[in-house]
């Protein structure tokens, strides 16, 4: 283990010499050598000290398009044991992962900006989108509005959170949910649309 690790960290200073933008903290997990780095010209991608990631060949996703910036907080982990992880930001598009977020299994897509808070939690097969990603019609182009999901904030399995969302912090949206509007701090919702059911307390100690 400790040769393929050793093996790893060269790999990753390969890959951040040949992508200019890529700067991977050193005590980020070597895992990340196996991942899938997808640089445009001026596109950013800084992961923090002791981010976390599984060693599943192409599992964990980057794609950073032109101008565009991408940073995962510290202690953040990136978990693939359940399904990919893909992280996308279209040109000049801003994706902020908070300290310590975890990623499970999910994908977040910036046009614009998408921001997850300190200890946020995306489940598997969740989708993150800031975007339509296609006009309508003729009459009505593809819009775009930030999503802010807020810190020790928990959105479960199989949801979609769709553009110029807010999610407070410390609240928790059931699965198969698809979030269409705000939902405020400490509360509880789900259902498509959802809507709020109920009220969550503290979960800043939450594993």
Known sequence: MRLVAARDRLWLRLLQWLHPGLEIHPSASSSLAVARF????????RIGPGVAADRNPRALHFEVGAGAEVE???????RTELG???????DGARIRLGEASFLNGCHISAKQEVVLGRRAMVGPGSRVFDADQHDFDDAHPEQCAPVHIGECSWVASDVTVLKGVTIGAHSVIGSRSVVTRDVADHTLAFGAPAEARGTVGDRSQTR
């Open 38 to 45: 997808v640089l445009a010209p001026g596109a950013r991608l």
């Open 72 to 78: 995962v907080g510290a202690q953040a982990w990136l």
């Open 84 to 90: 990919g992880v893909n992280v996308i930001a279209f």
